[in-house]
């Protein structure tokens, strides 16, 4: 006999002569009586596909990863001309061991080093500052008058009278703690960069910059002599030269997922199918990708061993569907269409849920992370042509090996034959029963109210001084580690601007409120130091008159204000006199930190602002990270939603009861709330990179709950007890979720001892839930069908 949905039972046995070919679905006629053709329009695809992949490059953006739709954004973007070399940009600290920068040696190296930055491709040169670039420069007052100059006069020739003369030049610039070190052991090459290259127009290829800086770095680094490189630039340019090292754990992870595959089927044909389909999979995904014009970069370069993975698991259950069929004694051809027949519509809804954790990161209004959601949608999208149709046709040409099909049906023949469970079997039926159940849900309650507590010390953004996605001791973050702690002005700078009329922004009453604004950061933790057009009139006036303390004020002379103002840099305010920026020098780019200067520039810009002078946030790498923090809270709740939405329409409209759909969804959501939890344990803030690792986690972990509770169904509507349809549902389906999930647990847990701290993190976080995705369908969800007693209405393949 055989149950409804195409569910096979012990009795049934067909051989091809019996079998009706025209029997089935629409779709499954079609494919599988025209299997010479859909494998020939497969092979032909992926051949194409391929090609295209191989042009596929590697690279990343600085565009992309910002928030361009964010006011704080908008504003910077708005005024970029103004504040040309306040975004992406490279620092470099030029370090000496001998006592002090003043000497000719470290000079004329120095200017080499500058001389080499200055014609990298993708540098702004108009504003990348140094020592030895003439826009850096000294101003005082003597006995005849105001004076100011380059810093490095064009007169200097390395003798030690020239050499003095930088030292007092450097003295009165106002550059130690920003350009010079305090101690006077190293000075910056500040290098701001353009997104295209100018000299192809083509985007900038930060690997190549990276390596171009390391070359810089190996060329003048000598005994006396250190380089310390900080930016964005560098820290895309190290990710993309760890992806030696991300192929290498893939490699690692699919060498254990297809060993462990093939110790669990004993049939390697069947395995090499498997991990083939997946495979291509894959290459479609690349293919595609490239043909939408997309680029891999250190995010989404994750993206492919998901759907890897997602692709493993949909096509172990299609060759366990053929394995138990033809060890039951139907022909390969048979065994296949019965496996089609009963897995087609919940695997096309496993991958469907996959697609839509991906499909709503298109919400995220940060392009990298819409790039990565549609390249990942794509692969989930090919899987069902690879997994769901190709990987059957193929086995039903290939078959599977005979001992191994039977091998595989050793524990039903047992339960025949009246013998006892296998312990595990026997363990997870006991989840059935009403007692067990509830103990069950009991402890998942507690889990949840402990996870949810400790996940409301979740951040948003960077927890860690550098760059997170590297480990603490990498030299990127040692170098980091270096500027910090030799810098006042870091290279983390919030911008505020303050826009006024043309031609007003040196009023009095203006210069006072960014004066009183300055004030005010100034007295906020994690902000080293400030600098604005009010300060440089303080400083001037002081100046001006012999260093009198007392003068160190702004005066309400209108007429000496603006002589003041008049020779200032034009980094102070803008050509037509109508914005006014005041820059904040922070310690890090820490969540707090952001949030506490946010918060204040916002309460003071809600106090002051008038229609003489606006105050708008917020420019600077600092503040490009703030606004990025706001969307990625806002979007962290709102995507979740999402995913659990679309997933729970997805589940109703392939259970259609309400109940089975609570029984699928709340181990979860039980697995969410436990891997925010995790973040929080493990000091992972949410940020780009992590953002849609929860999201993914949902709709992969939904695959469990489907193929199980997809069976359970059907044995409960021929009238089978819980603990009956559990068992069988285990037998069938049951195995591989287990299999898969913990293959996978510990496939991706080598990560963590990857060089990549991303990747490590990654690892860990997709360990934990693959294994509790795993647990929570195995354990719970027949808990919760012991009480909620889901029920089937017929299911259309």
Request: charged share 15%; hydrophobic share 50%.
């Amino acid at each position: 006999m055989k149950a409804d949905n195409g569910i096979a039972t012990q009795a049934d046995k067909f051989s091809l002569a019996e079998f009706d070919v025209m029997s089935g679905s629409l779709p499954e006629r079609i494919l599988f009586n025209n299997r010479t053709v859909v494998l020939i329009l497969c092979f032909l695809i992926t051949i194409f596909l391929t090609f295209q992949a191989t042009h596929l490059n590697l690279n990343a953006s600085f565009e992309k990863t910002i928030p361009t739709g964010h006011p704080f954004v908008a504003n910077s973007l708005a005024h970029q001309n103004e504040l040309q070399g306040l975004g992406n940009a490279v620092s470099i600290a030029v370090e000496t061991t001998d006592d002090s920068i003043y000497s000719s040696v470290y000079l004329n190296t120095l200017q080499k080093i500058s001389d080499d930055l200055f014609f990298l491709p993708g540098v702004d040169r108009n504003f990348m500052k140094s020592l030895w670039t003439p826009s850096t420069r000294w101003v005082g007052v003597t006995e005849e008058g105001f004076e100011a100059g380059p810093v490095i006069p064009s007169t200097y020739d390395g003798s030690e009278q020239s050499v003095e003369l930088v030292r007092r030049n450097v003295e009165r610039s106002g550059e130690i703690g920003q350009l010079v070190a305090a101690n006077n052991k190293s000075s910056v090459i500040y290098v701001p960069l353009r997104s295209l290259d100018s000299e192809t127009g083509k985007p900038l290829d930060y690997a190549a910059l990276s390596v171009r800086l390391e070359e810089i770095r190996n060329k003048y680094q000598t005994h006396t002599i250190k380089l310390y490189i900080t930016g964005f630039a560098k820290v895309m340019g190290d990710l993309i030269e760890g992806i030696r090292a991300i192929l290498l754990f893939f490699g690692v992870a699919v060498f254990i997922s297809a060993t462990v595959l093939f110790w669990y089927t004993r049939c390697l044909r069947s395995a090499i199918l498997v991990m083939v389909c997946s495979l291509i999979g894959v290459v479609w995904q690349l293919g595609i990708s490239f043909m939408l014009g997309y680029d891999l970069n250190p995010y989404s370069v994750l993206v492919p061993f998901l759907v890897f993975a997602i692709g493993m698991s949909t096509g172990a259950q299609k060759m366990n569907g053929v394995m138990q069929d033809v060890g039951r004694g139907s022909d390969k051809l048979v065994a296949a269409r019965h496996t089609f027949r009963r897995l087609f519509l919940p695997g096309l809804t496993a991958l469907l849920s996959d697609a839509a954790g991906f499909a709503v990161l298109i919400i995220i209004q940060i392009k990298v992370i819409q790039e990565l959601a549609i390249i990942a949608s794509v692969g989930v999208a090919s899987l069902i042509v690879t997994n769901l149709i190709l990987l059957p046709i193929l086995l039903s040409y290939t078959g599977v090996n005979t001992k191994a099909a039977e091998r595989s049906l050793k524990t039903e023949k047992a339960g025949l034959l009246g013998e006892r469970k296998h312990l595990l079997w026997y363990f997870l039926d006991l989840f059935t029963k009403p007692k067990w159940a509830a103990t069950a849900i009991v402890v998942s309650i507690v889990l949840a109210a402990m996870g949810l507590m400790v996940g409301r010390d979740l951040r948003i953004g960077d927890l860690d001084p550098g760059a997170p996605e590297l480990r603490a001791d990498s030299r990127y973050n040692r170098d980091a580690k270096f500027m910090t702690d030799n810098y006042g002005a870091s290279s983390d700078v919030f911008a505020v601007m303050v826009k006024t009329p043309p031609d007003a922004c040196t009023k009095y009453d203006t210069l006072m409120r960014v004066d009183a604004l300055e004030w005010i950061l100034r007295q906020v933790k994690g902000v080293e130091s400030t600098k604005s057009l009010a300060l440089y009139n303080r400083q001037m006036l002081f100046g001006f008159n012999e260093g009198n303390i007392k003068w160190y004020e702004l005066l309400r002379n209108q007429q000496m204000i603006n002589s003041i103002a008049y020779p200032a840099p034009r980094t102070m305010y803008s050509e037509d006199c109508s914005l006014v920026p005041v820059y904040a020098y922070l310690s890090d780019h820490k969540a707090d930190t952001l949030t506490r200067v946010v918060d204040t520039v916002t309460e003071f810009a809600e106090k002051n602002n008038s229609e003489s002078a606006t105050f708008l946030l917020a420019a600077g790498s600092a503040g490009i990270n703030a606004a990025t923090n706001i969307v990625v809270t806002k979007a962290n709740r709102q995507m979740l939603y999402l995913v659990y939405a679309a997933v729970i329409v997805l589940c109703f409209i392939t259970f259609r009861s309400w109940r089975a759909v609570l029984c699928a969804v709340l181990p979860l959501m039980l697995t969410s709330i436990l891997a925010e939890a995790l973040m929080v344990w493990l000091k992972i803030g949410v940020k780009v990179s992590t953002l849609p690792v929860i999201a993914l986690g949902v709709g992969i972990g939904v695959d469990y709950a489907l193929y199980l509770l997809s069976v359970i169904l059907v044995y409960l509507a021929i009238g089978k007890s819980l603990s009956e349809a559990y068992y069988q549902s285990l037998l069938f389906t049951g195995k591989v979720v287990m299999l898969v999930g913990v293959t996978f647990a510990v496939a991706v847990a080598t990560w963590a001892f990857s060089p990549i701290k991303f990747q490590a993190d990654m690892g860990i976080m997709l360990s934990f839930m693959f294994l509790w995705n795993m647990v929570g369908s195995l354990i719970l969800l027949p808990s919760l069908a012991c009480f909620l007693k889901p029920n089937y209405r017929k299911l259309r393949a």
